[in-house]
């Protein structure tokens, strides 16, 4: 295993935005050959260090199930490395600004912690049944973590919804599914400026959306029953929902978000940025990072931008071939065991 970086990266804190290619940031750091999840975590110091965590072992170690958390360096080329014991894997991360930590999300054992990138400690909050349930994505609003406890057998017993945590306190509730399916595969992907939850079921699958108000219902807005709704994106103070179709390809369209109408196009922000923002897709998909200044990917041009999102400018900072490039989410990925 091999840690990918964008020179680019480095380019940009020094005022540049020269971009070099795509290269190896550090040979095979750890003996395995799978990571789980890998973010770039924020710093007092003003440097980016490279977090990830790796997938060790499903019940195969006769000393219990562990893994290792490691950060690393790409200007010092260091690397920190702990080991997090009774849990095999970390496969989904979001950010808490509230409480300036990321939220991980450990499987098998399902597990919910709280990441300090500062200091590296790790804090459970949250351990659910022995059931070797995924907690395959989790998304952060205000105090609280949403997520489902996934598995390819029927729902695990008393948590039969989508799971809400509270950071703070540890204490959880169950928002119940209104049907039952044969399998409990799911996830939480993001949660919209209104509040609303995007979520999946499967298999087969669905992409889902729960609100107060309208409760749990499927993804879909007139005009575009054709497009799979991915996530959302906001421009000059609106938002934007991003769909994707069997292609792979994907748009941007103006919507009234607590309404779910899509709007006419807005004529008045014909600018260069905003062309930019309507053909390039925010990497972080489902908004759960820390960055203010998001990256974009152009697929048709090979583009990256950076976006100074309280300003609505994009600055390039180069190109690379992600070769055929898709904005599909999870209902893109074969199904997991």
């Known amino acids: 295993m091999s840690i990918l970086t964008l020179s680019t990266i480095s380019a940009c804190t020094r005022g540049s935005h020269e971009f070099g290619e795509l290269q190896i940031a550090h040979p095979s750091p750890i003996f ?3 990571t789980r999840i890998a973010f770039v975590g924020s710093s007092s110091k003003g440097n980016g260090l490279i977090h990830f965590s790796t997938l060790e072992s499903y019940s195969r170690n006769p000393d219990g199930d562990r893994l290792l958390l490691s950060a690393y360096d790409p200007v010092s080329g260091h690397l920190k490395s702990q080991t997090v014991k009774d849990a095999p894997e970390i496969r989904s991360y979001a950010f ?20 300090d990138t500062e200091t590296f400690s790790l804090a459970p909050i949250f351990r659910g049944p022995n059931s ?54 799911g ?6 400026p209104t509040g609303r939850i995007w979520f999946y079921r499967g298999y087969p699958l669905r992409m889902m959306w729960y609100d107060l108000s309208l409760g749990m219902r499927e993804r879909s807005v007139r005009g575009h029953e054709n497009w799979v709704l991915e996530s959302w994106d906001i421009w000059g103070g609106e938002t934007y929902l991003v769909l994707s179709n069997s292609r792979g390809e994907f748009i941007k369209r103006r919507v009234d978000l607590s309404k779910l109408v899509v709007l ?3 004529t008045d922000l014909e600018s260069k940025d905003f062309k ?18 998001p ?4 697929p048709k041009n090979s583009k990256f931008f950076i976006r100074n999102a309280e300003e609505d400018l994009f600055t390039f900072i180069g190109r690379g071939d992600l070769g055929q490039f898709e904005v599909m989410g999870t209902h893109g990925a074969p199904q997991e065991s």
């Open 32 to 34: 395995q050959d799978i």
């Open 264 to 266: 006419d196009e807005n």
């Open 276 to 293: 930019i923002f309507l053909e390039s897709v925010r990497i972080d998909l489902y908004h759960n990072g820390v960055s203010s200044d």
């Open 132 to 185: 070797n349930a995924f907690i395959h994505r989790l998304a952060v609003k205000g105090d609280y973590v949403y997520t489902i406890l996934s598995t390819p057998k029927p729902t695990i017993r008393g948590f039969n919804g989508i799971l809400k945590v509270n950071l703070k306190t540890g204490k959880y509730q169950v928002i119940p599914f209104r049907t039952q399916m044969a399998q409990g595969w």
């Open 295 to 298: 990256l974009y990917f152009d």
């Open 96 to 115: 808490s600004r509230n409480l300036n930590r990321y939220v991980l999300g450990a499987s098998l054992d399902p597990k919910i912690y709280l990441y």
């Open 187 to 192: 996830g939480v992907q993001t949660i919209d």
